[in-house]
């Protein structure tokens, strides 16, 4: 019987850069220390051009909300400042000029909305809610002002009623099967007045809006009214939700990142290696038909998404997704060319991320489109959900960065557990370990997890110590889903601000 090799180590928190070349452990500690890597201290402030969209009580509460991060949040009493870090206020945490309130109001008309909301058939349901606030956004770009995001105030109504999984009980079946959409599409005439582009969509209000907000190029952050409570007070039949200087902080993080600018960056990321993310999405669950997507990330946290083909890509025998050569080879030369008309810097090393395994015909597509004298690794990154677990004696969780390296191309390494810095475990479950193997090319496993870990820190759609998943693979499914369940889109950008 074979043993795993016992080797080892707690790695320190990856830290990340804010201004004047100042790290910290901590977004927010080193925001409130620091500033924003992109902020200097010296010049005038950055100004966010922000618009609302929402019913005017929606529009109301958002006021209130932005009021309150205009000052200092303090952290709830009973609760740790370390998990919980005071807030000192936008202006002061981010280094920009931000108004209360918003320098563009869209008020849409709330029974308008409610009435959208509560449509029988789950396609028209979710595209009619969608439109109501795409109609405000198109008549925000006709003002032709200058709007870095948008913000989308959902009400209750919206988010119990619009995503995928979700039923109104009354009325007549509310959804179509994939093959009756086929046939609505190829024979509409037969069905009477019949508007087959609802089908064109996803059922997921988030993800429909982002994709087809894209025409508009202007990034879209969604927050449903209950999240904007000003109060820490809980009452009876509240939503349960973080202390609001904990909202404060990821909201602020993630409007300064939508308004074109980054909060940080990773100073271990080495100059000239690209990260690229391999994402697949089928079309519905019972075809083998799905498209590929890749998003890729940089030193300096900037990210570029490429969509790829379809093709019958998925195999029910292994349930994973297997692009052919050629395809393969479109996905990466797509993404490597987008890089380059973005940014323009010369790459040395390209590692892909893929939940799935990467077998010999796609790695030799993605070798086909990788440039001369580029060094490429294919690396397989996927939370172990059913397999290894550790323990620790008495109460605590294993920490955060343990690794455990089991062979020089494969390794564990616990991204969720206890954070010393933080002096707890903010999770409710077992924590599981990431599995990451080298499958395609060398490199050295050590530099390999030290760098997924540090790429668990570049969300800036939170304000966290790290994620348990790297930025590569975390929003796969996000992005996957606004990209293929969303055919009926005008247009895709390749800034990762507009996905997330």
């Known amino acids: 019987m074979s043993t795993l090799p016992i080797e ?262 080495r100059e000239g290696v690209c990260y690229v993310g391999i994402a697949f999405k089928r079309t519905d669950d019972k075809s083998r038909t799905a498209c590929s997507a890749a998003q890729m990330f940089i030193d300096d946290g900037d990210g570029v998404v490429f969509l790829g083909e379809y093709g019958p890509w998925y195999s029910p025998s292994s349930k994973q997704c297997h692009l052919s050569r050629e395809a393969a080879s479109k996905l990466l030369s797509g993404v490597l060319s987008t890089y380059e008309e973005q940014h323009g810097k010369k790459l040395c090393e390209v590692f892909l991320h893929s939940r799935s395994e990467i077998d010999s015909e796609e790695w030799a597509g993605y070798k086909d489109a990788c440039p001369e004298g580029v060094k490429l690794v294919g690396i397989r990154v996927a939370p172990d959900r059913r397999g290894l677990r550790a323990f620790r004696t008495e109460t605590r969780p294993i920490l955060r960065g343990t690794y455990w390296k089991i062979s020089d191309r494969a390794a564990y390494l616990w991204t969720s557990g206890f954070k010393p810095s933080l002096g707890t475990y903010d999770g409710s479950d077992v924590p599981e370990p990431l599995r990451i193997q080298i499958q395609h090319g060398d490199a050295d496993i050590a530099q390999v997890v030290k760098d997924i870990f540090g790429l668990t820190k570049l969300n800036y759609n939170a304000c966290k110590l790290g994620e348990s998943q790297p930025v590569t693979v975390h929003f796969s499914d996000a992005v996957g889903e606004i990209l293929v369940a969303n055919q009926g889109a005008k247009v895709f950008l390749p800034n990762f601000k507009y996905y997330v």
């Not at 500033?35 to 529009?59: C, M, N, Q, T, W």
């Not at 039923?167 to 007549?172: E, K, Q």
Request: aromatic share 10%; hydrophobic share 40%.
């Open 8 to 269: 080892v180590l707690i790695l320190p928190e990856p830290e990340i850069e804010f201004a004047s070349g100042q790290c910290f452990e901590h977004p927010a500690t080193g925001l409130e220390l620091f500033g924003p890597f992109e902020s200097k201290g010296l010049e005038r402030p950055k100004r966010i051009d922000y618009a609302v969209i929402g019913s005017a009580h929606g529009i109301s509460t958002f006021r209130e909300f932005a009021t309150s991060i205009k000052t200092f949040i303090n952290t709830p009493e009973g609760k740790s400042p370390q998990l919980w870090p005071a807030f000192p206020g936008i202006e002061e945490a981010l280094h920009v000029s931000f108004s209360a309130a918003a320098p563009h109001e869209e008020v849409l008309n709330l029974l308008a909305i409610e009435r959208a909301a509560q449509l029988t058939n789950d396609h028209e349901r979710v595209y009619q809610v969608t439109s109501l606030y795409l109609e405000a956004i198109a008549a925000l770009n006709k003002k032709d002002a200058r709007i870095d995001a948008a913000v989308c105030v959902v009400p209750e109504i919206v988010y119990k009623n619009c995503r995928p999984l979700s039923r109104i009980s009354t009325g007549p079946k509310s959804r179509l099967r994939s093959g009756e959409v086929a046939m609505r599409k190829s024979y509409g005439d037969l069905f009477g007045e019949y508007d087959s582009s609802h089908y064109d969509f996803s059922l997921d209000f988030r993800r429909q809006i982002k994709a087809r907000a894209m025409e508009f190029r202007i990034p879209i952050q969604i927050v449903r009214e209950s999240t904007l409570r000003t109060s820490d007070d809980f009452q009876l039949g509240q939503r349960v939700l973080t202390p609001l200087a904990d909202r404060a902080w990821n909201l602020s993080a993630a409007l300064y990142y939508k308004s074109g600018s980054k909060p940080w960056k990773l100073p271990s990321a």
